[in-house]
């Protein structure tokens, strides 16, 4: 269990009363210094106030303060919106004593509702009271909406006889999809490193990790990554091998965070992978992973603990790929259930019945038409799904 932020940086989290249900709602990330900053944001043409400001002021590459409140997306909301997220950030900025520039501004929960900034305006002074190291689980929390727990991780990597490290909370339970999957994700490193190099790292991993997930097919308006990084370890990254080497822990922990959130689906009680190999292309092997992943009929069948192998051939086959049925193998973890597109029996199915009760397990899925591979992390619908989202906003 993560205790601590990244060396440099601060967090806390308190109860501002924006959401109903009285639990922290208001979080807040402080590096002791200016730090380098880069962005990932949803592809949604429909966007909230705090990421359009955001996405201004990422041009500056530089950021100190991340303030985010949960229960209201400040979406939808016109000029208002974007003058309460102004707010946000300037009421932040002033009471940690910095640049209103240097603060940036998220905001996730009910789309539509115009924010209550009075509320935020007076929990900030209690907020920025409660900075501390340790404070990182209490801002994880404050970000929740329907997840059933906060997502942590932390990895530390090392080049020569120095040690960084990277630290990351994310939120997601539902609306996930990738583009980037309601999620938001705010990541810590004490590297110092340019903004171009740090922008190319963050891409990279979320298009391994948070573009590799869904839940539900749905995009949402707020989805944002934002990595500050702040230099305090003293490890500079310039040549390859050394970004490789941070590479490589980004990618592990932006990916640990991205499965807790499928793992945390709304309703969920499965976490699967879906792996596609031997396709033409590695852009095909996606699309039918991606395709299989986000089908009703196929997630249902996970719930039911139904091994529907139909379900799955008839995901792969509406892909809008080039493929050969009669060649397609098809596995749950590792037993055979499909050999060239026909079913193994009785047996097998018995099989790949006790499979899908384990609350982890892989469909993997051999097209044997060439080197294509790509997986994608899904989980099941169950009746909960329905019952959180049919009254959410109530």
Known sequence: MEKAMCPGFKAAGVIAGIKKNGEKDLGLIYSEAPAKVAGVFTKNIVQAAPVLLNKERIKSGVCQAIIVNSGNANCCTGNRGLTDAKSMARLAASKLDISEDLVFVSSTGVIGQPLPIEKIEAAIPELVKSLLPEGVRDCARAIMTTDTFPKVFSRKGRLKDKTFTVTGIAKGSGMICPDMATMLCFVCTDVDVGQT??????????????????????????DMVLIMANGRSEVTLERAEQINTFQEVLDGVLRN??????????????????????????????????????SNLVKTAFFGEDANWGRILGATGRAGVSIDPAKIDVYFDDVLMVKNGMGCGDAAEEQATKVLKSQEFT?????????????????DFSLDYVKINADYRS
């Open 197 to 222: 190099l740090l922008k190319d790292a963050l891409f990279t991993a979320t298009e391994r990790s948070f573009n590799r997930i869904t839940v539900d097919g749905d995009t949402s308006t707020n």
């Open 257 to 294: 965070l991205a499965k807790q959130v499928v793992k945390d689906g709304e309703g969920a009680t499965k976490l699967v992978e879906i792996a596609v190999k031997g396709a033409l292309t590695r852009k095909d092997a996606y699309k039918i992973a991606q395709t299989v992943a986000n």
């Open 363 to 379: 469909i993997s899925i051999d097209l044997k038409m060439g080197t294509g591979y790509e997986s994608v992390f899904t989980c």
